[in-house]
């Protein structure tokens, strides 16, 4: 992915974002919000194309389906109360919970350690008989959740997007079926 000058962009090891302003061949001039212009190598970089904020400030929550969900789970009575607190595993999978510093690391080599981290989860879970995990990967380009998705099909497990509500659109849950025999 080549960037072009009015690119939006974030920063892999900072906090900074804004705008391409000049390319020198791989040496990248980026103006801040702030109006301050730094330079970077191509490979710190990363396009955004959407903020996380704007997609889930305009999510679709007036879809028609989704509000029929939600009127269901209010009109079932209440002897449905869970028994016991079932254990739901949680999996940051951004790249910055995982290592210390991404320097060094191309996408190739941060997506493999993100679903290298996602499979032994599974495989975890399923020796420990956890029913439930929930993998947080983000919203960003959706290359990470197909990756996942395929890396799941591999397993006894069926999986969904997790809560909106408590995880916004970057989540997905997994139930693994616990008596399938191999």
């Known amino acids: 992915m080549r960037l072009e000058i009015g690119n939006k962009v974030a ?26 212009v730094f330079n970077f ?23 028609p389906i989704l509000q029929e969900k939600i009127s269901d789970v209010k009109k079932k009575p209440s002897h449905f109360k869970k028994e016991k607190q079932e254990v739901i595993m949680e999996v940051d999978l951004h790249i910055n ?20 981290t996602a499979k032994r989860k599974v495989e975890y879970a ?26 799941l099909n591999k397993y006894p497990v069926k999986y969904y997007d997790a809560s909106y509500k408590k995880y916004g659109l970057g989540a997905t849950e997994v139930y693994i079926y616990q008596n399938v025999q191999h």
């Not at 974002?17 to 109006?35: A, F, P």
């Not at 190598?41 to 879809?63: C, M, V, Y």
């Not at 290592?99 to 350690?113: A, E, F, H, P």
């Open 126 to 151: 399923i020796n420990k008989r956890i029913s439930k995990i929930v993998f947080i990967h983000g919203v960003g380009e959706g290359v990470l959740k197909s990756e996942l998705q395929s890396l």
């Open 97 to 116: 919970q995982l290592v210390k510093s991404t320097r060094g690391l191309d996408n190739y080599d941060m997506i493999n350690l993100q679903l290298d």
């Open 11 to 36: 920063v892999l090891d900072d906090v900074l974002k804004g705008k391409v302003v000049n390319i020198n061949k791989d040496i990248i001039s980026v103006e801040t919000e702030d109006g301050m």
């Open 41 to 63: 190598d191509e490979k710190e970089l990363i396009r955004i194309d959407t903020e996380q904020h704007k997609l889930s400030k305009f999510s679709d929550i007036n879809n």
